[in-house]
């Protein structure tokens, strides 16, 4: 059974806190991640892809791979009120040439 | 930038009605998809394709059906429209089994 796990939220965090999101997998040989945003009534928007062991900086987000431990999370510096939005992490999980998406946590960013 | 574009932002049908939802691609990708999104749902992939005229059920199949004639196209259809179907819509595309790039959504009522 593909899964992927991710706390529904909301997480509330103030403005210019750390946001962190989390993001857990079944599959083992699962080799690439994806993180997308997406605002109410909008379609995700891919913000970062991870593919190694490690962290990865874009900006304010920084995607970390942890694949012993099968989990990969988001941090999101300096978060900003626009960042009130929906994360959902996605995996390209093997033996299958789709994507499978976790269900999204709820981010907000208080002012 | 990967344009995926899709032919109705919202769209309004009666049960038992046919109806097509149509979406473009601009970046010669191989990979087509459809998803509906519903609350506490999550992404539900619904068929996608690998190539023009391929097709693969997704997890939810039932009730539609889809064509690819050329490869930058992929469209889905409500063979019978039910108030169950009502949702909203996702297309996306990709290369291989890389990231997935989506379309505005077109959100679908049914009455």
């Known amino acids: 059974q593909k899964e992927v796990e991710q706390n529904s939220g909301p997480l509330s965090v103030p403005e210019g806190a750390i946001a962190s999101l989390n993001c857990t997998y079944s599959?083992?040989?699962?080799?690439?991640f994806f993180w997308y945003r997406q605002y109410s009534g909008k379609s995700p928007e891919l913000i970062m892809s991870?593919?190694?062991?490690g962290d990865k900086e874009d900006g304010r987000f920084t995607a970390q791979l942890n694949k012993a431990s099968q989990y990969v999370s988001l941090l999101i510096r300096d978060s900003q009120p626009s960042d009130s939005a929906t994360y959902l992490c996605?995996?390209?999980?093997?033996?299958?040439?789709?994507?499978?998406f976790g269900k999204g946590t709820m981010l907000l960013v208080s002012p | 930038d990967v344009k995926v574009t899709q032919s109705s932002r919202y769209l309004v049908k009666r049960t038992g009605e046919k109806v097509f939802l149509e979406c473009v691609q601009d970046?010669?990708?191989?990979?087509m998809f459809w998803y509906r999104q519903d609350p506490g749902l999550g992404l539900r992939l619904i068929y996608f394709?690998?190539?023009?005229?391929?097709?693969e059920k997704g997890d939810i199949p039932e009730g539609y059906s889809v064509s690819r004639e050329k490869k930058e196209r992929f469209s889905l259809i409500l063979e019978s429209a039910s108030t169950n179907q009502t949702s909203m819509y996702l297309c996306?595309?990709?290369?291989?089994?890389?990231?997935?790039?989506f379309g505005p959504g077109t959100r679908l009522t049914v009455t």
């Open positions: 991870i593919y190694s062991n």
């Open positions: 970046m010669d990708h191989e990979n």
């Open positions: 996306a595309s990709s290369f291989g089994r890389d990231e997935q790039y």
């Open positions: 394709s690998y190539d023009v005229k391929m097709k």
């Open positions: 996605a995996v390209a999980i093997s033996g299958y040439s789709t994507l499978t």
């Open positions: 599959d083992r040989g699962s080799q690439s």
